[in-house]
């Protein structure tokens, strides 16, 4: 069982940086994909960013953030971190760690191939 705790969010204007961090108990997995997802009230949740741990790593990002989100990782710490600049107001949401003990390039961004998941953190960007 991994259990993940996230931290980091708070409140930003448009155009600023915020950095969340997901904690987790434990990578058992030898491949493990990490991954980001936000949801915002009244929508669907979805994916950001994905990081498959196996062997090198590889990074994934959801269009609408590409180029402005990085999602890094601190092995030592079991520590996966989501570095958010140049942030606009539709990226206010809550922000959930999740993780899958499966190669990351199957999953695409679906929630229900992630088993475990972080209570969450609020991002809120005003403009």
């Known amino acids: 069982q991994v259990q993940l705790v996230e931290s980091g969010g708070g409140s930003v204007q448009a155009g600023g940086s915020l950095r969340v961090s997901c904690v987790a108990s434990?990578?058992?997995?030898?491949?493990?994909?990490m991954a980001w997802f936000r949801q915002a009230p009244g929508k669907e949740r979805e994916g950001v960013a994905k990081l498959a741990t196996g062997g090198g790593s590889t990074y994934y990002y959801a269009d609408s953030v590409k180029g402005r989100f990085t999602v890094s990782r601190d092995k030592a710490q079991n520590t996966l971190y989501l570095q958010m600049n140049s942030l606009k107001p539709e990226d206010t949401a809550m922000y959930y760690c999740?993780?899958?003990?499966?190669?990351?390039?199957?999953?695409?961004?679906?929630?229900?191939?992630?088993?475990?998941w972080g209570q969450g953190t609020q991002v809120t960007v005003s403009s």
């Open positions: 999740a993780a899958a003990p499966l190669p990351c390039a199957g999953l695409g961004y679906l929630p229900e191939k992630f088993p475990y």
């Open positions: 434990e990578y058992t997995y030898n491949s493990i994909c």
